[in-house]
């Protein structure tokens, strides 16, 4: 494929190209965090879901096969809308997802549209925060929730953790827990549930319950090709072991549901 041929041969790589090239998404809590959101948001068989940054279509598909629920499923970069379009075709759920490219600082759709807008590990990596969740807030119903997992600083971090973010391209500030509080109540979302966790194994492993043995082995095949042929991603790799100590007892994640 082009795109693979791209990856081997690029000296500057991101962490989305990586992950659109193997053919994963992930965020922290993996699962577990999914079906927590899906359960406050009380997605069910008639609730329309926006998924923004769907990534390569992990949640979409799941939240399809196991509710029933309609979802459209975002996402800024082309391939990943590929990989989430052939995802839904391989378990048979295109009836009831579709996917395409969009930007969640500018939804392409009319206001109060969606049921639940969810979001994991992506307005994170936005600089206007404010922005995207007024967005999220215009294309919601009333009634309907918005349902983020985002990164979160639990306790200050050393001036060493504050750099070593950028090794996952993440360029603005993470926030605390009452920043994206204060965002979700400022854009006129009310009974804020807001749940802080610490990176957990066990939690952490329900990653690989959102694939298929054929999606793990794939994506470990392509991650073998691609470290063998392409030295940037070797040295993406090696940048990703040098990790400040302590680094997860102070950086974290947040669950957080809100009612417009």
Sequence with gaps: MKRDRYLQEASDLSYFEIQAAIGTT????????????????????????????????????????TTGCRVVGVDLREPMVALSDERAGKLGVRDLVEFRVADAQALPFDDATFDVILCESVATFIEDKKRVIDEYARVVRPGGYVGLNEEIWIETPTAEMVEYKRTWDIAPDILDVEDWRALLEGAGFRDVVARVYRVETRREASQVKRYTAGDMFRMFSRTLVLYI????????????????????????????????
């Design 229 to 260: 042929k392409n030295p940037a991603l070797r040295k993406y790799m090696r940048e990703r072991k040098r990790m400040p100590k302590g680094l997860f007892k102070r950086l974290g994640y947040v669950v957080l549901v809100g009612r417009k």
């Design 26 to 65: 992930k965020h922290m809590g993996g699962l577990e965090t999914t079906k927590e959101l899906a359960t406050l948001c009380h997605i069910g068989k008639d609730t329309a879901v926006l998924d923004v940054g769907c990534g390569a279509g992990a949640t979409a598909c799941y939240l399809a096969r």
